[in-house]
């Protein structure tokens, strides 16, 4: 089965710094990624997506590179607020199967 | 449009009882996934049911099942509960395609948080 993998389980940044969170997939048939956001006491919540097709989508404050290579992505968050505290998900898939196979997710911890 | 609703939000429940899960899914999505989030395992994807049918499994035992209504709401149920079954419980919908190149995305609800005592 899939096996993803986050590279940092927790991430400490100060408010207004950039963050970057890494994600690690090992299927290299993946070729379509989703961002997702946890906040405490919620559903993860969709951030961005990209296709196999793109390396690079940006979003507002967000981007997302893609390097099919070393099946590898991050997810880029500009000047970081301390509204993006929270776990952040990648979620690769692989054609249109929805089965969805999650990392253990990278907290991101913002101070002020 | 309403987002996707599972009730109920919080329940407790003994060793051994069941438990059956409701999700109602964004309008006009058909396709419904249950996963089961844990401080230790992390979000695992249990299964995922579209047009009646469930499409995709999970590595669960049989005591976790799954159905869904033809108005594409859907329902699990925990059969035998154990103490590690405690677990928050989401659900996500996405509209549900038989065919197509690339998956699609999935929005989640709230969850349910399911504590065995």
């Known amino acids: 089965g899939e096996s993803v993998g986050l590279h940092l389980p927790t991430l400490s940044v100060q408010e207004g710094d950039n963050s970057i969170i890494n994600c690690a997939y090992s299927n290299s048939a993946s070729d379509y990624f989703i961002w997702y956001k946890q906040e405490s006491g919620k559903g993860p919540q969709f951030i961005i997506d990209i296709r196999s097709n793109m390396d690079k989508r940006q979003g507002q404050r967000v981007t997302v590179l893609l390097n099919k290579t070393v099946k590898h992505l991050s997810l880029q968050i500009a000047a970081t607020q301390p509204g993006d505290s929270a776990v952040y998900f990648c979620a690769p898939l692989c054609g249109n199967n929805n089965d969805m196979r999650f990392g253990a997710g990278t907290r991101l911890t913002v101070k002020p | 449009k309403a987002g996707v609703t599972q009730t109920p939000r919080y329940l407790i429940k003994t060793r051994g009882q069941q438990v059956t899960l409701s999700c109602s899914p964004i309008s006009g999505h058909r396709s419904v996934s249950w996963y089961q989030q844990t401080p230790g395992q992390g979000l695992q994807f249990l299964f995922e049911y579209f047009s009646e049918t469930q499409r995709n499994k999970g590595n669960f035992p049989g005591r976790f099942s799954g159905r869904q209504f033809s108005n594409s709401r859907s329902e699990m149920n925990v059969s035998t509960l154990e103490l590690g079954d405690s677990a928050l419980y989401l659900c996500?919908?996405?509209?549900?395609?038989?065919?197509?190149?690339?998956?699609?995305?999935?929005?989640f609800g709230p969850g349910t948080r399911l504590l065995v005592l």
């Open positions: 996500a919908s996405s509209p549900g395609t038989t065919s197509g190149t690339y998956g699609e995305t999935q929005y």
